[in-house]
């Protein structure tokens, strides 16, 4: 590739869709330089992903987006499972251990307009009509060529690339990375439409198995979204749709059908999610059936995990050694996804009586099991992946089933009073693109000895300051004293201490993506202080 005059950019975005524009906002907020391109001539006016998880609108909270996420979208609090015309069984959200216990159902190109809105109050507008098709890679990181829609070229250098570009990636391609798995053999087709007679909750999502499959999920404006399986690769989609109907919902009548498409689905996952200062991300990385919703969530939280680790290496607060956790935290998460879907898939393709049955049974199950009703609820909104086996987690275990140990999830349950007299979620208090660090500590602690522990904490946490943003106490008790007031957090009722596992006092610090990145269980100020001069290099302690 000839090498003309070039413009230089910290980070360059390939694709404008939820996950790079995820990771275009992370960074822009943490002022790290960057550009996104798209070969797209503009935005899309439709996009068939349909649900946002609960973990997704976590992320979307720290971003400040969730309540205009919520606003223009519907959430359903369940998925009904019916079976040769009978409901079998019922997926409860509202079970699932996050304040987002739902799945809300919302066009994945309103998604990507409101996070397009929130990049560009960033002061970052995406570059549209741009096909990435040449790079080279040398000590500042990469030279890359990029063809207009008039078939001009343009090239300009990056110091880190991220390929965000799709199942169809270029950057994967680009790189020569294979993409091994397999393609499911059943195609999917999907329309939006009205639905006349709709006999069942209007709110919620309906599965039909058997022949003729289909899923009706809810969107606003008295719309849905119907995902089914055509009868061969050429037959009239309207026709398939309307026969799965008559068979399943005899009455019900399909008016205004728009959007209508057909689409094929595999099961794959690249050898490396890094290259050196390449990363790919999304489904340029990964991909999986469609059938629990997962793909554009992965892809979000893909984003998100890289993209406040990439901003403490390239302003140069850690050793990019960090950025090998990336692969190590995501693949096992995409991995669990990828083995949900094809046991989904097959569940779906269940013939015979005994299969079918067996599969009804495991379903009405869930109805039946309070714990194993949570447990699905939960991972299908995401919230179970654990980062445990991190090179960048370390400390004490927690001491009780479901509180967070190192490399798991702050738990979204339990609230603060603030100085000020606000409440505040546990969650609200790490919104930072920083990590944040809290103390805890329960009744009983007084005196001098408790009060020169804590400032031995707060001069770790302040030694570390480009690292970490805040230090809190989150106590029972009132601030002591004025001097130390404006970070102590007091709490009404048990459910914090309960929440975290704390029944005297501990350290918790917690990253940017409100997983526990360290935990003493006792307020040690030199093993804090260890663990984040070891994060600056890239690992745990």
Known sequence: MDRPEEESVPVLIIGAGPTGLTAAIELARRGIGCRVLDRAKGPR??????IVHGRTLEIFESLGIAETELERGIRSHGINFFSRGSRVGRMDFSTAGTRYNFELMISEEETEAILRDRLAAEGVEVEWDRSFVDFARDVHG???QFQRGDGTLETFGARWMLGCDGYQSATRSLLGETFAGKDYEHEWAVL???L?????ASDEVAVFFEHDALAFLPLPRDTWRVYFRPTSHTSDLLADVQRGIDQHLPGVVLKNPQETARFKTSNRIVNRYRHGTVFLVGDAAHSCSPIEGHGMNTGIQDAHNL?????????????????DSYDIERRPVANAIRKSGDEAEASQHSQGRDAIAERNAELAGIDRDPQASRHRAEAMCEILATYRDSPVVTGDRAPHPRTPSPGERLPDAGFVIAPDGRTLGLH???????????CIVRGGL???DYQERLRKVEDAAGAAGDLVDACFVVSDQPAPN????????RTEGAMAFAALGVSSEAILVVRPDRFVAFRANSLDADRLGSYLTALRGGRGI
């Open 142 to 144: 990469s030279r890359c």
């Open 446 to 448: 007084a005196g001098d």
């Open 307 to 323: 993209a406040w680790k990439l901003a403490l290496v390239e302003s140069g607060v850690c050793s990019d050694i960090l950025l």
């Open 482 to 489: 004025e001097a130390v007031a404006a970070g102590w957090f």
């Open 192 to 194: 939006d439409c009205h």
């Open 45 to 50: 006016e439709w996009a068939r992903a349909t």
């Open 428 to 438: 609200e208090l790490c919104h930072r693109p920083t990590h944040t660090v809290l």
């Open 196 to 200: 006349e007679g709709w006999p069942h």
